[in-house]
């Protein structure tokens, strides 16, 4: 890309990161502020305003430093690219967390509040979380690629150029994360949401 594009690219990203962070944590201040909105739902929908906030705030800048490709040691590299992971991972479970509990309170509503407590969703939140920062920093444990520490053309020795595709391996992010960790919570929620909607048609 020339620098123009560069220049749209940051900017396009900047503003998405500006509004993520503006509009969820709006969400964040009207939960802690109104005491009707403290439900069990709104709960999970917090989970998710907090992991786009993050998302705004670091997620999407550290996507565009590491578009760079400037110089870096190559684990301060790969831990930019596995932050970046956890918190898009985190975002797609508390999709998923909003989605099985709207399925339960639709499906099962005499059953909702012994089956989902505070307790319970406050868990399935802490789990969420640590799933995603396990899942997120796997290739910190030794699954990303190799690292030469080869002199190119614009790094001095020791430093590597920043890149995502130059620390993350194309298995994880294919074979791990995404057939195990993105596409079968997407394909989950794709189901949940067509038996909702058949359930809300039935009751039309």
Same mark, same amino acid.
């Given at each position: ?66 578009? @760079? ?18 918190? @898009? ?60 520490? @080869? ?8 430093? @590597? ?44």
């Amino acid at each position: 890309m020339d620098r123009g594009e560069i220049a749209f690219y940051i900017s396009l990203e900047l503003l998405i990161a500006l509004l993520s962070v503006a509009g969820n944590v709006l969400v964040c201040w009207a939960v802690s502020l109104n005491s009707n909105l403290q439900s069990i739902t709104n709960y999970f929908v917090v989970s998710l305003a907090a992991a786009d906030v993050a998302v705004g705030l670091l997620a999407i800048p550290f996507a565009i430093v590491i578009s @760079t490709g400037f110089c870096s040691y190559f684990h301060g590299c790969l831990f930019i690219a596995c932050f970046v992971l956890v918190l @898009t991972q985190s975002s797609i479970f508390s999709l998923l967390a909003i989605a099985v509990d709207r399925y339960i309170a639709i499906k099962i509503p005499l059953r909702y509040n012994s089956l989902v407590t505070n307790q319970k969703a406050k868990a399935i939140i802490y789990l969420c979380w640590i799933l995603s920062f396990i899942i997120g920093l796997t290739p910190m444990l030794g699954w990303h690629m190799p690292n030469t520490n @080869t002199t190119n053309s614009s790094c001095p020795p020791g430093l @590597t150029e920043c890149l995502f595709e130059s620390v993350v391996t194309m298995d994880y992010m294919v074979y791990f994360n995404f057939f195990v960790c993105v596409l079968p919570p997407l394909v989950i929620m794709l189901v949940i949401y067509v038996r909702i909607f058949m359930a809300a048609r039935r009751q039309l």
